[in-house]
């Protein structure tokens, strides 16, 4: 992989995917930042990642406007695009099309090259060359309930990747308006994972499948543990999602999109509700809600973030990352172009970026 | 016979943002009896081009407009448009400003719930 732009070891490099362009922004402090553009100005980007398991390629998500959507990936911090060899496309002529890619997660670190993506309509798509080739898994487009599958708004997308840390034939994957699923055989099947987690707008409250999940992530050292935002709650599981323990518990909605762990200090968890008519802050007040105790009690964190009538911000299901630092930084993306940080774990922020275009995503990295 | 003979062939006008996919050329000189036998030859000489232009079902993308000496041909025969010897094909991205943020946003609405 050639590598023509680079940064020193230990920059942060936050990827900003808006509706038009994908944008850097590095800091060797996390107090100064530095913003830059890629040679992807004015596409939409849903999603980008770094992976550094080998080399320092650069993977972003383009759902085209016009002319089609494309897994596109960089070696120069995005001065240069390359597509995929064989790209994620379904067979011609069939009945299925691509719509949308909604994320890209590295694999496991001991498999370098893996690498999977999460597309509408809802499937799993891997890569084993660090992305030249793609093929779908076939064991979750041929499960037996997927013609009673039903779309969000959002269209019926797979939009969140778990690679168990822990153990490499284990992996979640969330789906809306499905709800999480896992394997425990690298795929090739997949069972349900949503037992205790509410489907509010469905006859069947409690269903097997149907649930509008959002975002989930892992606990970094307890492989088992899982947080949950979902459509209608926020959650935890204790059994690598068995089922489901409701942790909604103080926080003023159970409604929202994002959610971000600090890696170390895994029971710390963020979230963003949302008022869920307005899809924005709940009140006057711009507000992240921080758990440090896997999900007993939630804190209001305002210091440095905005307020007042005006005030109304929404952030996507990927608007929201944290580093692996320590203390942990916190990065939350807003849906009018505002990108805000923190670096001492959420006790204050600060705005990094502003007037960016509609922000999709953010992704964290601390380079080595 | 020269089979090849009897196939027209047209002038096909690329938009700028698919000019690097087709070796930077602006026009390219295409044969085909059809639209889609365009398209075809089209990723033939330049691989991946059609999928630009087309889904997998092979339905034309809804912001591609393609016009066959300035009619459209979705108001004509679509994909299977007949192409005459020495058409002029321009491949143009709609006018798609206003376009209601429920068709691009991936946020998660309430679909569901209406």
Known sequence: MSQQKAYSPGTVLVLVGTKRGLFLLTSRDRETWEVETTALKGRRIFFATLDQREGQRLYAAENGDFFGTFLRYSDDFGQTWH??????QFPEGGQQKLENIWTIVPGHPNEAGTIYAGIDPASLWVSTDSGVHWEINPGLANHPTRDRWEPGAGGLCLHTIVADSSNASRMWVGISAVGCMRTDDGGQNWVFANKNT????????????????HRFVQHPTKTDVLYQQN?????????????????????????????????????????????????????????????????????????????GPGVRLGVLRHGMCTDTLDPCGVYVGTNTGQLFA??????????????LPPIYSVTATVLV | MDSQA?????TVILPYVL????????????????????????????????????????????????????????????????????????????????????????????????
């Open chain 1, 231 to 307: 459509h209608c709650g926020i959650y935890k599981s204790m059994n690598a999602g068995d089922d489901w323990i409701d942790i909604q518990h103080n926080l003023p909605s159970d409604f929202g999109f994002p959610i971000a762990l600090d890696a170390h200090n895994p029971d710390t968890v963020y979230v963003i509700v949302e008022d869920q008519d307005g899809r924005n802050n709940v009140n006057e007040q711009f507000t992240v809600y921080r758990t440090v105790n896997g999900g007993e009690e939630w804190q209001s964190l305002t210091e440095g973030l905005p307020a």
């Open chain 1, 198 to 213: 509410r489907a509010d707008f469905l006859p069947e409250k409690y269903p097997e499948f149907g649930q509008c999940i």
């Open chain 2, 6 to 10: 009897t196939i027209p062939s047209a």
């Open chain 2, 19 to 114: 000019r690097a996919k087709a070796g930077n050329h602006k026009s390219i000189m295409v044969a085909g009896s059809t639209i889609r036998e365009i398209i075809d030859a089209l990723d033939h000489d330049f691989p991946g081009l059609q999928f630009n232009l087309c889904y997998e079902t092979g339905e034309l993308r809804p912001f591609v407009n393609i016009f066959l000496d300035r009619e459209n041909i979705r108001y004509l025969q679509g994909l299977e448009t007949p192409v005459q010897m020495g058409a002029t094909i321009h491949i143009l991205q709609s006018v798609a400003g206003g376009c209601p943020d429920t068709l691009t946003a991936p946020a998660e609405p309430l679909r569901r719930k209406l």
């Open chain 1, 83 to 88: 597509e995929p060899e064989v790209g994620i």
């Open chain 1, 342 to 355: 923190t670096n001492n774990r959420g006790d204050s922020w600060r705005l990094i970026a502003d007037f």
